[in-house]
């Protein structure tokens, strides 16, 4: 058995780097197809569909469940996300499979007596679990667009479960965690992630996932009932009433993804499409390029002192628009969208910019405050056919590897995506709480994301598939490669790759990648009167540039990533 595990990884690793496979700064030509994802076996899973003769929906849903098994920090079933589609000849939609609060959920369900937030159950532990929506997102893109048996697209990532992958560096933090921690809500986790329960994996070693297993045998037999009905479902029930949970079995019953309209706009003649609320992405992004619109940013010059600045004011007035106006439009029925992402409202927005002034972010505009802290991992894909239709989806669990909570006998993590509601209603202080209306918690409501899977196209065609990880950073640094690409003539791999910035309205301060400005740049652009501080790396996009001329498509994984790979052939 042991020899039979190690000759398939080895042939996965062969057939890997006979391939088009890369991931930084020189993207990887490809004719037939192409999956750039944040790890290399997962792409080869999606490459190996697209080889098959699947479509690019079918790539990604081998691609999601396949990330599920092998980066458990993001993949999931036990999270939710979004997957924007365009087609070769121009279909374009979305599915919506995010996390909703369960039936029993409260709006001040993490309040103490005294209206004050309780504790950190809405970041940690088994209140902090969302109803999750990614089998049922991918069973529902499947049924709509899918062209293989869904039973085909299930067993690359059953294989890697019961077979074994190499364990990554990448998982070397989370194994100290479980090795440390203690509680009986963790025992699932330990048993799953530890060799014997207790012993490290050290990089390279095989590790196998029987109970994850089990359970993506049910979802293959079963699609979308194989996880919200039956064993899969009184396994989650039972862990949640066990350790003080409350999503039940008919949370899950009741689950459903939906397809819906993407954000549309239009930008130098491209066509933009993102993802509509639940997320605030499609919209802040448009609103954002709207904006910059206006302005000449090739004759700026890419990070120079006018450029940032310019960069930083759109952000500034589009993050003040999303927290205050964004939430579940389902909940939020008067939500503005079509005049946020308007031009006339970035006309608006455009003529208060000052050319050499930074502008104040006014927080006395709606008595709201500095913004939580968010963590920044989740994870995104992008996928292309032979024929060139497009797939952009990024999913999480929150956190990463979300709540941290393993469900006792089905082998996969559950997200803490509660905590991307505003906690407290009616609170905003300097402290970081956020208590605008439109993002409460509520039975069945689903909480807003900044997650901005995209795919921009020309002349009916997509162009540019781009997606990333970041909490609230995503926005940008999708901004960011899109403007790349498009005003700055930067092929796919340079525009990932560039140093990214990041401001979001409050706190006033923009963020910079450590080395990604000279000081001379700096020194100019606090001139202006804007904050700087440095951080780590921003996001870890995963893009695809389709040459509509050429027939050539180029991928590229962020370096910025551990294990992320482009795989085309
Ligand atoms: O949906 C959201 O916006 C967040 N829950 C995403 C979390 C995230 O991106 C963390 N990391 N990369």
């Known amino acids: 058995m042991r020899n039979f595990s190690l000759s398939f990884i080895l042939l996965f690793l062969l057939i890997s780097f006979s391939l088009s496979a890369q991931s930084g700064r020189t993207p990887a030509p490809a004719r037939k197809g192409m999956v750039v994802s944040s790890h290399y076996l997962a792409s080869q899973v999606g490459q190996q569909i697209l080889a098959d003769g699947g479509n690019a929906v079918d790539a990604a849903i081998g691609t999601a469940f396949a990330l599920a098994v092998t980066l458990p920090s993001a993949g999931n079933i036990g999270g939710g996300g979004f997957l924007v589609y365009h087609g070769a000849e121009g279909k374009v939609t979305s599915f919506n499979f995010r996390e909703k609060a369960p039936l029993a959920a409260t709006a001040d369900m993490y309040l103490d007596e005294n209206g004050n937030i309780r504790d950190n159950t809405n970041h940690d532990g088994p209140l902090s679990v969302g109803v999750p929506g990614t089998v049922a997102g991918l069973w529902l893109a499947h049924q709509r667009l899918g062209s293989k048996p869904w039973p085909e697209l299930v067993q690359p990532a059953i294989e890697l479960a019961e077979q074994g992958f190499p364990s990554t560096w990448a998982m070397q933090g989370i194994l100290r965690f479980y090795q440390q921690v203690e509680g009986p809500e963790y025992e699932a986790a330990k048993k799953a992630f530890l060799k014997k329960g207790t012993g490290l994996y050290e990089p390279g070693e095989l590790w196998k996932q029987p109970d994850l297993a089990a359970t993506l045998k049910r979802i293959q037999r079963d699609g979308r009932d194989g996880f919200y009905k039956g064993e899969t479902a009184r396994l989650i029930a039972d862990f949640m009433r066990k350790h003080g949970g409350i999503i039940t079995e008919k949370d899950l019953e009741k689950y459903e993804a939906a397809e819906q309209e993407p954000i549309h706009g239009a930008y130098r003649g491209y066509d933009i499409y993102a993802m509509a609320p639940p997320s605030s992405g499609g919209v802040a992004l448009v609103e954002m390029l709207n ?168 002349g009916g065609k997509p162009v540019l598939v781009i997606g990333s990880p970041g909490g609230r950073t995503i926005i940008n640094t999708v901004l960011q490669v899109v403007l790349n690409v498009i005003d700055h003539g930067m092929n796919i791999g340079q525009a990932i790759e560039a140093g990214r910035i990041h401001h979001q309205w409050l706190p006033d301060v923009t963020s910079f990648e450590e080395f990604s400005i000279s000081p001379d740049t700096r020194r100019l652009y606090e001139m202006m009167g804007h904050r700087v501080r440095f951080r780590g790396e921003q996001g870890s996009a995963m893009g695809i540039f389709i040459d509509q001329e050429k027939g050539l498509i180029y991928g590229t994984a962020d370096s910025r990533d551990f294990d992320g790979r482009a795989v085309g052939n």
């Open 291 to 458: 904006i910059l619109e206006g302005f000449n940013l090739k004759e700026a010059g890419h990070n120079s002192a006018l450029y940032l600045h310019l960069l930083t004011e759109a952000m500034r007035r589009a993050y003040a628009d999303r927290a205050q106006y964004l939430g579940d439009p389902l909940f939020n029925p008067d939500m503005p969208v079509e005049q946020l992402i308007s031009k006339d409202h970035a006309e608006t927005l455009r003529n208060t910019i000052g050319l050499f002034m930074a502008s104040p972010s006014d927080s006395s505009r709606f008595n709201q405050a500095l913004m939580v802290a968010e963590s920044e991992e989740t994870t995104h894909f992008s996928v292309v056919d032979q024929e060139g239709n497009a797939v952009s989806l990024t999913y999480t669990l929150e956190y990463g590897y979300g709540s941290r909570l393993v469900v006792e006998g089905a082998g996969f993590l559950l997200n803490n995506e509660m905590g991307d509601f505003n906690p407290v209603p009616g609170v905003t202080n300097t402290r970081g709480q956020i208590g605008t209306k439109p993002n409460l918690v509520a039975p069945e409501k689903r909480m807003l994301s900044s997650m901005t899977p995209t795919i921009v196209a020309r």
